[in-house]
């Protein structure tokens, strides 16, 4: 495997014209492994937390509400 030191020494001697390709590259490499991270499943710990206000709104008036809002 190749190390840090022997990638730095080999930037070090690219052409000055090249370096936004390598950066370029770079920004590819970097995306591509943050997709191909494992994705977590979505959690719902949020549900239920309005359960107290039930009893004040109904489905109706906070669609009414959300039309303001807008």
């Not at 590259?25 to 937390?49: A, M, R, S």
Request: charged share 20%; proline share 7%.
């Amino acid at each position: 495997m190749i190390s840090k030191n022997e990638v730095y020494q080999k930037i070090n001697h690219l052409p000055n014209e090249l370096i936004p390709t390598l950066v370029a590259y770079l920004d590819f490499l970097l995306n591509q492994h943050v997709q191909n991270q494992p994705k977590t499943p979505p959690t719902f710990n949020w549900e239920g937390g309005l359960s107290e206000l039930k009893s004040e709104y109904d489905s109706v008036s906070l669609q009414k509400k959300s039309l303001e809002w807008r």
